[in-house]
């Protein structure tokens, strides 16, 4: 079973960026549509971004052209760099391959408030 390890959240203020990691500890992991999904208090889990293998991306609306999904496979890591931050970004991020192919990781916590 790969393991996802996802880092980089905090406290940030509104219109602020961050910058998400998340290493997968497998090298399969480069096979793999990878996926950043978030979950806030008291709503379902939803996919934000996607990249293929061929590094094709994909986001939601409520995202798009404030965050950028990348990756690199040689660091089995996949990135999400997020600006312009607002508070209903707020909410627990995590990675996963698209089809949920792995267990979830713990989440990194991303908190957007004045």
């Known amino acids: 079973q790969v393991q996802l390890v996802e880092s980089g959240g905090g406290l940030v203020q509104p219109g602020g960026s961050l910058r998400l990691s998340c290493a997968a500890s497998?090298?399969?992991?480069?096979?793999?549509?990878m996926g950043w999904y978030r979950q806030a208090p008291d709503k379902q889990r939803e996919l934000v971004a996607s990249?293929?293998?061929?590094?094709?991306?994909n986001y939601a609306d409520s995202v798009k052209d404030r965050f950028t999904i990348s990756r690199d496979n040689a660091k089995n890591t996949v990135y999400l760099q997020m600006n312009s931050l607002k508070p209903e970004d707020t909410a627990v991020y995590y990675c996963?391959?698209?089809?949920?192919?792995w267990g979830w990781g713990q989440g990194t916590q991303v908190t957007v408030s004045s």
């Open positions: 990249i293929t293998s061929a590094r094709n991306t």
């Open positions: 497998s090298s399969i992991f480069r096979l793999y549509t």
């Open positions: 996963n391959t698209i089809r949920l192919s």
